[in-house]
């Protein structure tokens, strides 16, 4: 269906309040850069700012598909999908079918907890675009949480062939081996993971998360510590980090600091929009029961029962 009246009179309301907290250069620029420096600030999570300098240019170009897409990303990154996929379809309407479209269904599909829907429009990208090597990592990441860990382990081999240095592929690949309990490849591929993301413009935290939990499964909490600690340099809000720096402390017997680093993962700005939630709540409920701190126990209890589900 088209841009309706309606949300075009939406968007020039949102425009009016905000043009004056575009910077001034913007307006300078040709709309291919403009429209790269918008996905610069969705890339580095700067939604407000990105959406402002988005809605800004909608409003001299309303049906430019382009735009519209940039704005079904940043409604992503909002974690509010159906938004986005009505943004999706608006676009193909105006726009035709595309490949970063297709990919972004497929994202909106798996963020809404849609898989099955989700792996459609992935590999109908891949046919537009079979050298994209995005589009094939989402793919294998598609199924690898569908535990089809040989297909997944086929479609990010395509993904390293096409882009070398993409770490979260080589880390995809320690995911799967280590879903086959291949161990020591799993921990191979990690390690590549981090060395690769050591020279990496675009840094992530993930290989040394995954890396730390494989080795305090197999018992080795201390080799663990430092890739927590690394993960952490580059995201100290990451809730699974924190919730892993938690556990090893109370392995380690020292309760308390336990505690303050669950809480941490509690506190962390995106926790509800990273996996983990639920779990940091559980812990710090039942320590901070342990700890006699009553009221704030049964508050983390109360919550976990309210994520739970959702998580």
Request: some cysteine; overall charge negative; proline content about 5%.
């Amino acid at each position: 269906m088209p841009l309706s009246n309606k949300s075009l009179t939406a968007w020039a309301s949102v425009a009016a309040c905000t043009l004056m907290l575009v910077p001034a250069a913007c307006h300078a620029l040709p709309v291919p850069e403009k429209q790269a420096q918008a996905k610069q600030l969705i890339d580095s999570r700067q939604l407000d700012s990105a959406e402002k300098l988005i809605v800004t240019e909608m409003m001299a170009a309303p049906r430019d598909p382009d735009w519209i897409t940039l704005l079904a990303e940043v409604r992503l990154g909002q974690n509010r999908t159906r938004e986005a996929l009505k943004l999706i379809a608006d676009a193909n309407e105006i726009g035709g079918e595309s490949a970063s479209r297709d990919m972004l269904i497929s994202l909106a599909q798996s963020q809404a907890g849609h898989m099955d829907r989700a792996e459609p429009p992935i590999r109908a990208a891949i046919q537009l675009d079979p050298s994209n090597a995005t589009a094939h990592y989402f793919l294998a990441r598609l199924l690898y949480t569908d535990n089809r860990f040989d297909e997944a382990i086929a479609e990010t081999q395509k993904t390293v062939d096409l882009a070398p240095s993409f770490v979260r592929a080589y880390e995809n690949m320690g995911l799967c081996y280590e879903g086959k309990y291949r161990l020591d490849e799993a921990e191979r591929w990690y390690r590549k993971a981090i060395d690769l993301e050591s020279t990496s413009e675009n840094k992530t935290e993930w290989p040394m998360i995954d890396l730390a939990i494989l080795l305090m499964h197999q018992d080795r909490n201390a080799d663990a510590k430092p890739y927590l600690d690394q993960a952490l340099a580059i995201n100290p809000l990451n809730t699974q980090a924190l919730i892993q720096l938690g556990s090893l402390y109370e392995a380690d017997g020292d309760i308390k600091t336990a505690l303050d680093e669950y809480r941490a993962a509690i506190r962390s700005e995106h926790a509800n929009l990273q996996p983990g939630l639920a779990s940091a709540y559980y812990k710090a409920a039942r320590l901070a029961k342990k700890l006699g701190y009553t009221e704030e126990s049964q508050r983390y209890f109360k919550k976990f029962n309210e994520v739970q589900p959702k998580h």
